[in-house]
């Protein structure tokens, strides 16, 4: 299983271009999530989804959209890229909390975006 | 509001010596506290993880203690190593609610040879 797979890995963009940032899994999970990560402010998340159809914002929406058509796909849209976006993104996944209510996230290792 | 607080930012430990990170959170619907290892260059990766209904968890070298009416909870490495130094995360999650995680700011350890 290839497990959680971002595309790209690092992308370079100007202020006020559009860009996708896609993520894939392979384990059939009903949870995703995005989190941005910035120096000394650890993860943050962006929006989530715990099915396909339905999503939710999270700590930090602004700028960013998200749809989930399908179970296994859950991109991050980047609607006009600012310079306060530069940041390495993180998908994850999980399934449902199980019987011990357990709900562990696995990530993918990341998109680096640098907005200019 | 920050509603996972970690301490400290950046910790450095020698070869052999106790780590010990620590969380705090305010939300007591919380019922699932992880603890993430992320490498440079990868994104973080389960550690270790406790519910409130237990005080410790011990698995290996890394144990996480757990204080419910303190609303905190820690997480211990014995006997450090350098193949142990990365950046840790405490979380928590609502699972009950179907909450997203939330992440505390990171802790990065350095253990020196």
């Known amino acids: 299983n290839a497990g959680v797979t971002q595309t790209p890995k690092f992308q370079v963009l100007k202020t006020g271009q559009s860009m996708t940032l896609q993520c894939a899994q392979d384990?059939?999970?009903?949870?995703m999530s995005w989190y941005r990560q910035d120096p000394g402010m650890g993860l943050r998340l962006i929006h989530y989804?715990?099915?396909?159809?339905?999503?939710d914002q999270g700590e930090v929406p602004n700028g960013y959209n998200v749809s989930r058509s399908t179970t296994e796909d859950f991109p991050l849209r980047l609607l006009s890229a600012a310079p306060s976006q530069t940041s390495v993104y993180f998908c994850?996944?999980?399934?449902?909390?199980?019987?011990?209510?357990?709900?562990?996230?696995?990530f993918g290792d990341g998109t680096r975006l640098s907005i200019l | 509001q920050q509603q996972v607080k970690q301490s400290p930012q950046s910790l450095i430990v020698q070869k052999g010596g106790i780590s010990i990170i620590n969380c705090a959170y305010e939300?007591?619907?919380?019922?699932?506290f992880p603890w993430y290892q992320q490498f440079p260059g990868k994104g973080p990766a389960l550690l270790i993880a406790?519910?409130?209904?237990?005080s410790e968890k011990k698995e290996g070298r890394f144990t996480i203690s757990f204080n419910k009416s303190a609303k905190q909870f820690s997480l211990h490495i014995m006997d450090s190593q350098p193949g142990d130094s990365a950046t840790y995360f405490c979380?928590?999650?609502?699972?009950?609610?179907?909450?997203?995680?939330?992440f505390g700011k990171g802790t990065t350890l350095s253990v020196s040879s």
């Open positions: 384990m059939n999970h009903e949870y």
């Open positions: 989804s715990v099915g396909a159809g339905i999503t």
């Open positions: 979380a928590a999650s609502n699972t009950q609610a179907g909450t997203a995680l939330i």
């Open positions: 406790i519910r409130p209904d237990v």
């Open positions: 994850a996944s999980s399934s449902l909390p199980g019987s011990l209510g357990e709900q562990p996230q696995h």
């Open positions: 939300n007591t619907a919380f019922d699932y």
